[in-house]
T-cell receptor, first 112, second 118 residues
């Protein structure tokens, strides 16, 4: 069954604005990961947040995790045209549960 | 020096044929995966191998048979192809890292193989 659901399904913003995507999941987790997929390409790992962490930064990315609400958000600040892609959250990826279960994805379009 | 590579990139074939997709990783990872991404971009795990041993088999029809000759390779063979098999198939690999009592893995994906069954 599908673990994560991203919201919104699609998002279009002007270059330079911030983009926020949300992910909800159903079961308890060890960690949550965000991946980016450019059109016609494979997925690229962006950031991993552990279940005991509430916030994590990596460059222009900021991820939050609220395990009580079973939700996570990905914020991309000062967006660029190159950020245009689909973004997926994924749970799993731990010893004994190696598989990743992906959400439905958010299609982000940055308008130059 | 591609980390995870797949061949072919595109595969167009007739219904009923048998085809294979190959995957190789040069990252030294122990675990490899096959995922299927459908037309709605939904990505789902199919199989996983750890050191050539099958550890995940997600209710995939037995027309799909993965083979891992060594831990750097995981191939996918599909018999009697059906229209519904049309999708993009991604190979991935990972290495577990431990922090205290917990372990995690980040997965590295190949570029995908777009399979079209006519």
């Amino acid at each position: 069954s599908q673990q994560g659901e991203e919201d919104p399904q699609a998002l279009s913003i002007q270059e330079g604005e911030n983009a926020t995507m949300n992910c909800s999941y159903k079961t308890s987790i060890n960690n949550l990961q965000w991946y980016r997929q450019n059109s016609g390409r494979g997925l690229v790992h962006l950031i991993l947040i552990r279940s005991n962490e509430r916030e994590k930064h990596s460059g222009r990315l900021r991820v939050t995790l609220d395990t009580s609400k079973k939700s996570s958000s990905l914020l991309i600040t000062a967006s660029r045209a190159a950020d245009t892609a689909s973004y997926f959250c994924a749970t799993g990826g731990s010893f004994g549960n190696e598989k990743l279960t992906f959400g439905t994805g958010t299609r982000l379009t940055i308008i130059p | 020096d591609t980390a995870v590579s797949q061949t072919p990139k595109y595969l167009v074939t007739q219904m009923g044929n048998d085809k294979s997709i190959k995957c190789e990783q040069n990252l030294g990872h122990d675990t490899m995966y096959w995922y299927k991404q459908d037309s709605k971009k939904f990505l789902k795990i199919m199989f996983s191998y750890n050191n050539k041993e099958l550890i995940i088999n997600e209710t995939v029809p037995n027309r799909f048979s993965p083979k891992s000759p060594d831990k750097a390779h995981l191939n996918l063979h599909i018999n009697s192809l059906e229209l519904g098999d049309s999708a993009v198939y991604f190979c991935a690999s990972s290495h577990h890292f431990r922090e205290g009592p917990s372990s995690y893995n980040e997965q590295f994906f190949g570029p995908g193989t777009r399979l079209t069954v006519l």
